[in-house]
């Protein structure tokens, strides 16, 4: 084939607007957008590119142009791989296939009919340089994982893989109805226009019109069958060069987009702008999707950042299932074609949406111009009337629906349930009221027993609603007449005095029937706010309290299936980020345990679907664009760093998920517990990383004592024992026992240091066991004195204790430790002939003991540091132990609900205090 | 001298105690028999039937305390335990158990062999050698047949359950004796949880009996154990 296309090809626009805060009025390029535009860059090298053939209609050549340029890749060596192409049996397309890999399609079956489809997972597992994919527009066949080919062409981009793809431009979402207006066509595959211009490059594959039609007519696109019937519909002419103009369009588009993105970039600041936000409202009728598309284009058209608002107000929360559905639909599009959506509830919609408006710098409101009759306009005051009224500086656009298409009606909003016990109500207030005024008549005025037919008439008014209040009006009127007003027992009236009688009863009842709905209307939305940000305060004030991922699991859990019938269970992922069957499912609120060795193994192929939920930190399965055929939904726990796990939600009942306030609340719940996992994980890690700095040091410490610490005395223990093992003979009887002390009095010590590394290891197991006990202080003191007879040796001990100390609870054993290492800890740091003074003291709750040397002290500022573990008053000393004992002290004590100090004593020497309470803790 | 030399059984599973226990009791004048498991230790017991009985309380095959439960069956001659320190409750246990005294572990020959005369005399006594009806006390002399206490001649008045733990501690001289042992000998079964009277008991005889009850010389305290009355190693090297 001759090539008489025009190509042109255009650099990619941003991957998507550079997001603003809402309050950025000027657009000035400040951090954060820079910022996000070096994230835009970082994601976007990581990701595959995209290249979209882009053309007017079928049969310009896309697929051609397309298959060409794989082709010349795969002759620069790229590996290239054939994902999927649509022939069209057009033989020209099909020999430019040869010696290319083309990837096996996937086998489907729908309802018995054997179909094909682009496999997915088979691209992603084969991991092409360049993967060509045809029409991105197809809707993917039911079973596929996502429903449209772009949403597999995304993933595959997002994989790092390179994709060749086709689209023409009455797939664009934005232009779906300009194309339907123009061509009459409705076209159902669409492609949303972000997908578009996020796309690395498009290449605009244009044939002219005649040229076209000269293909079409020579059986080039279609076979000679089909062509005929498409030439008389779609290949007109007319429609051929508009659509021909739309496609020019979107890539000058692209062009000026990219043009504007390089002035952003380079800080050309002067044609920016102002900033335009344009707010769309929606509602249950067709026409909305209309001012969906519309506002996509003016906020295009503009550069401008939009919104699509539901406003559900206490009527509308009776809308019929479909409704609801269309209203959903209508949001998801404006999702899709870039909007930020929002359902919002309130009493009046323009009130609510002028203050919505306000609150977001909206400049422009988009509403549908309502179609009803003329009549109305005169009693009811329309959305358009109300809106202008409050808009203040607020533009207003009224968008007509389309001149000879039939809007639907708008859908009729059922009733609620049956009233009829009402009615009867109503009809047992009348007969009351008629007895009782039977009881007044002849006795008092009519115009009194009037009275008690209004009184009951109200009285069902405020209580049953305006029907049985009419009901009861026309009774109380019609009886009142029948029974009282003269000619009695008839209907003739002969006063007319009694009809306005008739028409205040009547009124009344309407009037008050109205305000006791409203009244109830407004009190029950109000109830349901109040519920609802009840519910979430007290979630996050009790995910507050929970410390464990699992806790906080559970937790979610309970609260999801709190309004949710069904089975949810929180799926996390092990060490390499692999999905897990849950420890627990919750079923309608009953927790089951899965026994320890099997987990409760998620059904089917969910655990995938679960997995990819958190691996693209999107939801999947059911009521979403992933793998909708499941039977759950999956959520992912995206907390600000990272994904947490997933939430898998299978409600009995699939429709409850599509009530937006429902998987609203599910959301924030989420949102919430996963912030609060996030949190628990983060002070795991921070526990863990003081953990290890604790045991570094400890490592530390150990390491030296065994190099030094424990190397010292048995260097010393060796050489004695070698000397006199080798030289026995010649050593006199006097160095023999000299060498013997040596010995006896390093093994001693290495004995000590053992004694002190237990300590440690005691210590650091952080808590002390008490074995508690009466503890006789002297017999104590008296009991440590003779312990260390030999280390005392030198240091005369001065005992000052009351005759008669008081039993202390507490342990012996450990309080013998306090002791001796206080007296250890005097005698090491102080010269040999001073003495060492012990003194106990009881108070009325507390039992003091003091310790106190004549050595030089500690350094001022030491008093709390002392008792640090690992603290050494002279690190380099050879007598050291690992400073360890006060530590040990003050633990001791402190488990005894004791107190430890220790100060310079005014006569020089320091001096060591620790109580015990004389009392047991209770 | 004439009297045959005492047997011991060592169960204890480290070459190097053995082999130092083996060399320094044998030039002690004792015969030393070694078992490296509890089972192979019961085993020896029962075929030797050893003097005296020294069991290590980390065996590796059953536990020391073990060891001593399943002798206490059938052997009633003193056992000797030793064990690691801050073991307390071992040892508590061991005792209550039937273990006559402990060591603990490092500890030098000369304890080990105080410790070993001191169940030897009780042995001896055990044999039907008639005790002495007088025990001395440092300068304090404990008359058991007259009920009497003296210091230097004079009377020391002893309550009668000061007197009856005196008496206690004297009939098992170096040897420790938990709390409950002496609770229960003195107050009776109901009351061995109560330690607090025998602290305030043992107070109150010291400063009867020692020089300087704070720092007593004669009535020790086996921290976290029990209390132990000291043998009078002079007159225990004379007797002999």
């Given amino acids: ?922 | 001298m004439s009297e045959p030399r005492t047997t011991l059984l060592l169960i204890e599973d480290d070459p190097q105690i053995q082999r130092f226990l083996s060399t320094a009791l044998d030039a002690h004048g004792y015969t030393l028999a070694v078992a490296g498991t509890g089972e192979e230790g019961l085993k020896a017991a029962a075929t030797r039937q050893p003097d005296i009985l020294i069991v290590d309380l980390g065996l590796p095959d059953i536990s020391g305390l073990d060891v001593i439960r399943r002798a206490r069956e059938w052997y009633a001659r003193p056992i000797l335990v030793l064990s690691a320190r801050d073991k307390e409750t071992d040892k508590v246990a061991a005792l209550d158990l039937g273990a006559d005294d402990y060591l603990t572990k490092p500890f030098g020959i000369g304890e080990l062999l105080a410790r070993l005369r001191v169940a030897e005399r009780h042995l001896a006594a055990r044999s039907g050698a008639p005790g002495d009806a007088k025990v001395r006390i440092g300068d304090v002399t404990v008359d058991l047949s007259a009920h009497r206490v003296q210091r230097n001649g004079a009377d020391i008045h002893l309550t009668p359950i000061e007197y009856q733990l005196l008496t206690t501690l004297a009939r098992h001289r170096g040897k420790v004796l938990t709390h409950r042992q002496l609770l229960r000998e003195i107050w009776g079964a109901a009351h061995v949880e109560s330690p607090q009277y025998l602290r305030i008991y043992m107070r109150a005889l010291r400063q009867k009996i020692e020089a300087d009850p704070a720092r007593p010389r004669w009535l020790l305290t086996e921290v976290g154990v029990g209390y132990r009355l000291a043998d009078d190693l002079a007159s225990a090297n004379t007797t002999i």
């Avoid at chain 1, 044939?207 to 089909?226: C, I, Q």
């Fill in chain 1, 1 to 922: 084939m001759a090539a008489p296309q025009a190509r042109f090809t255009v650099p990619r626009p941003p991957v998507k607007r550079v997001v603003m805060s809402p309050t950025d009025s000027d657009r000035r390029p400040d951090p954060d957008v820079l910022l996000a535009r070096v994230r835009d860059e970082e994601t976007r090298a990581r990701r595959g590119r995209l290249k979209v053939f882009f053309g007017a209609t079928a049969g310009v050549g896309k697929s051609y142009a397309m298959l060409e340029a794989a082709r010349r890749q795969k002759a620069d060596g790229v590996d290239v791989v054939i994902g999927y192409v649509e022939l069209h049996g057009r033989p020209e397309t099909e020999a430019l296939l040869d010696g290319l890999e083309i990837l096996p399609p996937m086998p489907l079956e729908h309802r018995g009919i054997a179909l094909t489809e682009f496999d997915l997972d088979a691209a992603l597992a084969r991991r092409p340089a360049l993967l060509i994919v045809d029409e991105l527009a197809h809707s993917n066949h039911p079973g596929a994982r996502h429903p449209k080919r772009w949403q597999d062409v995304e993933e595959l981009v997002a994989a790092g893989i390179d994709v060749y793809t086709t689209v023409n431009v009455q797939h664009l979402e934005s232009l779906h109805d300009v194309v339907a207006q123009i061509t009459g066509v409705d076209v159902r595959e669409t492609v949303p226009d972000r997908v578009f211009s996020a796309a690395d490059e498009v290449e605009l594959i244009d044939l002219p019109p005649d040229e076209l039609l000269d293909r079409l007519a020579e059986g080039k696109v279609y076979v000679p069958d089909k062509a005929r019937h498409a030439a008389q519909n779609f290949f007109r002419k007319g429609n051929l060069i508009a659509l021909r103009q739309l496609a020019l369009r979107a890539t000058a588009d692209r062009v000026d987009a990219a043009m504007r993105e390089y002035r952003e970039r380079h800080a050309i600041s002067a044609t920016w702008a102002a900033n335009e936000r344009i707010l769309v409202c929606v509602g249950p009728d067709p026409l909305s999707m209309r001012l969906v598309r519309s506002a996509a284009r003016m906020a295009s058209a503009t550069h401008a950042q939009w919104l699509a608002v539901y406003v559900e107000t206490p009527k509308l929360v009776r809308l019929p299932q479909a409704a609801r559905d269309r209203i959903l639909q209508t949001l998801r599009v404006a999702g899709e074609l870039g909007a930020e959506t929002a359902n919002l509830s309130g009493e009046s919609v323009a009130a609510t949406l002028i203050d919505f408006a306000k609150t977001r710098n909206v400049s422009r409101i988009i509403v549908g111009k309502p179609l009803r009759p003329r009549w109305r306009d005169r009693f009811d005051v329309s959305l358009v009337d109300e809106l202008i009224r409050q808009s203040g500086t607020i533009d207003i656009y009224v968008i007509s629906g389309e001149a000879g298409q039939e809007s639907p009606a708008p859908p009729r909003i059922p009733k609620r349930s049956s009233r009829w016990p009402n009615y009867l109500l109503a009809l047992a207030v009348v007969a009351v009221a008629t007895g009782v005024s039977t009881l007044m008549s002849g006795r008092f005025e009519r115009t009194n027993v009037v009275m008690v037919y209004l009184l009951g008439t109200v009285l069902v008014a405020a209580r049953f609603g305006r029907g049985p209040s009419v009901l009861a009006a026309i009774l109380s009127v019609c009886l009142f007449d029948f029974l009282f007003v003269p000619p009695q027992y008839s209907f003739g009236v002969s006063d007319t005095q009694y009809v306005i009688t008739f028409a205040v009863m009547l009124t009344a009842a309407l009037l008050i029937s109205h305000l006791a709905a409203l009244g109830k209307r407004q009190a029950s939305v109000a109830r349901q706010r109040e519920r609802r940000a009840a519910e979430l305060y007290a979630l996050s004030r009790e995910l507050a309290r929970r410390r464990t991922i699992d806790e906080l699991a559970k937790f979610l859990v309970r609260h999801v299936l709190s309004s949710i019938d069904g089975e949810a269970a929180v799926l996390l992922p092990d060490a390499e980020g692999k999905i897990q069957d849950p420890e627990h499912f919750t079923d309608r609120g009953s927790p089951r345990a899965a026994s320890s060795a099997v987990r409760y193994p998620v059904p089917g192929n969910d655990l995938g679907i679960a997995q990819w939920a958190y691996d693209h930190r999107k939801k999947a399965g059911l009521h979403t664009d992933t793998l909708a055929s499941a039977t759950a939904m999956f959520l992912p726990l995206n907390a600000l760093k990272r994904c947490i796990g997933v939430l898998g939600l299978r409600p009995t009942d699939p429709r409850q998920l599509q009530i937006p306030e429902q998987l609203g609340l599910v959301e924030a719940l989420i949102n919430q517990a996963a912030v609060a996992m996030e949190r628990v994980q983060l002070a795991e890690a921070a526990q863990e990383a003081d953990v290890q700095v604790a045991s570094e040091k400890l490592r530390n410490v150990l390491l030296s004592a065994i190099s030094h610490d424990f190397r010292t005395p048995l260097a010393t223990i060796i050489g004695s024992a070698s000397t006199l093992r080798d030289s026995d003979a010649a050593l006199g009887a006097e160095r023999r026992r000299a060498l013997l002390d040596t010995l006896l009095h390093e093994a001693e010590r290495m004995n000590r240091l053992v004694g002190n590394l237990l300590d440690l290891s005691r210590l650091s197991e952080g808590r002390i066991e008490l074995r508690r006990d009466w503890v006789a202080i002297d017999e104590l003191i008296g009991a440590v004195l003779a312990r260390l007879h030999g280390v005392l040796d030198g240091h005369p001990v001065t005992l000052a204790l009351p005759p008669e100390p008081p039993l202390v609870p507490g342990d012996e054993v450990m309080l013998e430790q306090v002791l001796s290492n206080l007296l250890e800890n005097a005698a090491r740091h102080t010269p040999k002939g001073t003495a060492i003074e012990i003194s106990a003291r009881a108070g009325s709750d507390a039992l003091e003991v003091g310790v106190r040397d004549h050595g030089p002290g500690f350094a001022t500022g030491e008093e709390t540091r002392l008792f640090e573990k690992f603290h050494q008053a002279r690190p380099e000393s050879a007598q050291s132990g690992f400073g360890l004992g006060l530590a040990i002290c003050k633990a001791i004590v402190e488990a005894h609900d004791g107190t430890i100090s220790a100060r310079n004593a005014p006569g020089g020497g320091a001096e060591f205090r620790f109580t015990l309470p004389l009392k047991a803790p209770a």
